[in-house]
């Protein structure tokens, strides 16, 4: 590739990309170039992540039989499997939620039955593959096989993550789509900037007012595809793909203001909006719209033959076919239904939690307990419980690496802190529309790769640049060779190291209220570090 000859050239030092504002014109920079070592660690990274997600995946059940919400998801997986790939939901009124995750749970069981391992094995392949992503994107991001690497290992460390990717329940599969596709848009912005500084240094970028055409978008049509089978899973996934359209967007226009093209905005109205609205508005819908193939192609569908039989023929709509219109008519159903989900309306849950209680995790779920005949502890009463928490280490800086990120996005333009955020608000600020609605910490699994990605940022901030190799003051004996910026660096280091430890360390305290290990009761009680924990 002809490279952009004024440009600067890319900030890094010891494989640590500096933080720096957007120059006047970008660097031909696309992407990382350490491709051997990155692969290393990330493969060995995400074998770690499997080997933690994968151990004892059968224990804890209820008997034998699933636990908290698991009670939904597994049994719906299993009619799928084995019902023509229908759920009918025989225990409740209605089938509350797209098929898309049932369908990864309904795989696992393909493979080991209606089982502990059957119903999660899907989930804890995503957890692991979870880990895999972040590691990439970030490295893709910061251009440093080194953050990516820590942000991996955060995740791994994750309890939210963690205890995710060990049940058969729903939030796993919807952020493995939510992250792949925000991976896609960073690749596809990676891509897009190499095509415009090709033209740029071909000298063309003035041979329209508007920029150059950026042509098919591949990674963008991947995102699209991944966004609708997020919101397959769950409906929130909507919010997901509204953030991420403007996004890349976004982007676009930062790629054409970039390389001076002389009416950028109207470059990006004209040349990327009508695009970006196809790939990552419309095809999201077809998708999702494809993940009720199922429900179209089964004759006793829930609400199949709604329009005859509950709602009339007839009517404004009665051109559009019957089939759309029953979905139509079972999507109002299922709204209903979650809008019915109030406090207001009497509906309360010991385990309940608010959006503003999520980014440090202030209020955990406890999926499952037990007390009952519980031995191996060491003593005549034990407890085994599994509680979805955040892994404080991790979670309690939230706020601190959030404000950090709003003054690097919006006074140093560090466009990797904007996009971060764009994913971590996506999965929160939405919430904050319908207080009133019962809600719950999973709800915020989507938000941990962010999270992660997030804090990562910061340790590569914290860390700083290396000097050049070499570097010594002059006439300085032993240790005092070293420049003083080599000394920031190591102590940088060393303040990274210590923190990265304390978030492993306090994971592996929290391990036996993660997996159900049983401990005596007042080992429970000393991990329930906050009144809002109990």
Not at 95 to 107: E, Q, S
Request: proline share 6%; charged share 15%; with cysteine.
């Amino acid at each position: 590739m002809t490279q952009v000859t004024d440009a600067r050239p890319p900030a890094t030092e010891a494989g640590v990309a500096l933080s720096s504002p957007a120059p006047l014109r970008p660097s031909p920079d696309f992407g990382p170039t350490d491709r051997a070592r990155g692969w290393v660690v990330t493969l060995f990274l995400t074998a770690v992540a499997g080997l933690t997600r994968f151990i004892q995946l059968g224990y804890p059940t209820d008997g034998k039989t699933p636990v908290f919400d698991e009670k939904h998801y597994a049994p719906q997986a299993w009619q799928i499997l084995t019902g023509g790939g229908i759920e009918d939901n025989p225990g409740y009124g209605l089938v509350v939620h797209p098929p898309v995750g049932k369908d990864m749970i309904a795989l696992g069981e393909a493979i080991f039955g209606y089982t502990g391992w059957g119903w999660r094995f899907s989930a804890a392949v995503c957890g692991t593959l979870l880990v895999f992503l972040v590691i990439r994107i970030t490295r893709r991001m910061t251009r440093s096989t080194l953050i990516g690497a820590f942000a991996g290992i955060l995740l791994i460390a994750d309890g939210v993550s963690f205890v995710s990717s060990r049940l058969g329940m729903l939030d796993i599969f919807q952020a493995i789509f939510v992250l792949g596709a925000f991976g896609c848009l960073i690749v596809d912005r990676d891509e897009m900037r190499a095509r415009i500084a090709l033209v740029y240094a071909e000298g063309r970028i003035d041979d329209s007012e508007y920029g150059p055409r950026f042509g098919v978008r591949w990674w963008r049509f991947g995102a699209g595809i991944l966004l609708g089978l997020a919101c397959g899973t769950k409906w929130s996934g909507m919010y997901f793909v509204a953030a991420f359209a403007v996004m890349s967007v976004a982007f676009d226009l930062a790629a054409r203001r970039g390389y001076r093209v002389r009416r950028p905005w109207a470059g990006t109205a004209i040349r990327d909006a009508g695009p970006a609205f196809w790939a990552l508005v419309v095809m999201p819908f077809l998708v999702y719209m494809g993940t009720f193939w199922a429900w179209f192609a089964n004759e006793t569908s829930y609400d199949r033959y709604a329009v005859g039989v509950r709602v009339g023929r007839d009517g404004a709509f009665d051109w559009v076919p019957t089939a759309l219109r029953s979905l139509w008519y079972y999507g109002g159903e299922v709204l209903t239904f979650h809008e019915g989900l109030t406090n207001s309306a009497g509906n309360h849950h010991p385990w309940e939690s608010k959006p503003w209680t999520w980014p440090m995790g202030l209020r955990p779920m406890l999926y499952y307990y037990a007390d009952n005949g519980v031995g191996g502890c060491g003593q005549a009463v034990c407890v085994k419980a599994v509680m979805l928490i955040g892994t404080p280490a991790l979670w309690w800086v939230a706020f601190p690496m959030l404000g950090w990120a709003l003054w690097r996005s919006f006074v140093r333009r560090d466009w990797r802190y904007a996009a971060m955020l764009v994913g971590y608000s996506a999965g929160l600020l939405p919430w904050f529309l319908q207080l009133d609605r019962q809600m719950y910490f999973f709800y915020a699994v989507p938000m941990a790769p962010f999270l992660t990605m997030g804090v990562a940022l910061v340790l590569g901030d914290v860390l700083g640049h290396a000097p050049p190799s070499g570097r010594r003051l002059s006439g300085a004996p032993g240790w005092q060779h070293l420049a003083p910026q080599s000394e920031r660096q190591g102590l940088g280091l060393l303040l990274v190291c210590l923190y990265v430890a304390l978030v492993i360390a306090n994971f592996i305290w929290l391990w036996p209220i993660l997996t159900g290990m049983p401990i005596t009761s007042g080992s429970w009680h000393d991990h329930l570090w906050l009144p809002s924990w109990r």
